[in-house]
């Protein structure tokens, strides 16, 4: 079972970026979908963007509005987050999660992990990414 962790967060300015990453240990993503969250204070967390970790499939929500990027490495233990054009209602907690992908759907279990990610059993620690104007 792989384990998660986010890093990257910090204070920018708006018009800014900021890079975050999930680090897998235990197991790589290669079997994996990775979707980034994200959690206002007094709001839900919801999905913001998602790969799948085998095929570097991509899946965005209307919350990234073009100006991110998803990607995973070469050793399939890292996604990078690449947060551009970054605007203070963007500022949240981030979160990456991850399901297995073995024996499912890929799409499906991306959708479902979008769709309810109360459900989902892995997760980050977070990393705080804060907006300012």
């Known amino acids: 079972e792989v384990q998660l962790q986010a890093c990257g967060g910090g204070l920018v300015q708006a018009g800014g970026s900021l890079r975050l990453s999930c680090a897998a240990s235990?197991?790589?993503?290669?079997?994996?979908?990775i979707v980034w969250f994200r959690q206002a204070p007094g709001k839900e967390r919801k999905g913001v963007i998602g790969?799948?970790?085998?095929?570097?499939?991509?899946y965005h929500t209307d919350s990234a509005k073009g100006r991110f990027t998803i990607s995973i490495n070469g050793a399939k233990n890292t996604v990078w987050l690449q947060l551009n054009g970054l605007k203070p209602e963007d500022t949240a907690a981030y979160y990456c999660?991850?399901?297995?992908?073995?024996?499912?759907?890929?799409?499906?279990?991306?959708?479902?992990?979008?769709?309810?990610?109360?459900?989902?059993?892995?997760w980050g620690k977070g990393t705080q990414v804060t907006v300012s104007s």
């Open positions: 235990g197991d790589t993503f290669d079997d994996y979908a």
């Open positions: 790969i799948i970790g085998r095929d570097g499939s991509a």
């Open positions: 999660a991850a399901e297995t992908t073995i024996g499912r759907d890929p799409e499906i279990t991306i959708g479902t992990m979008f769709r309810a990610p109360q459900a989902i059993g892995l």
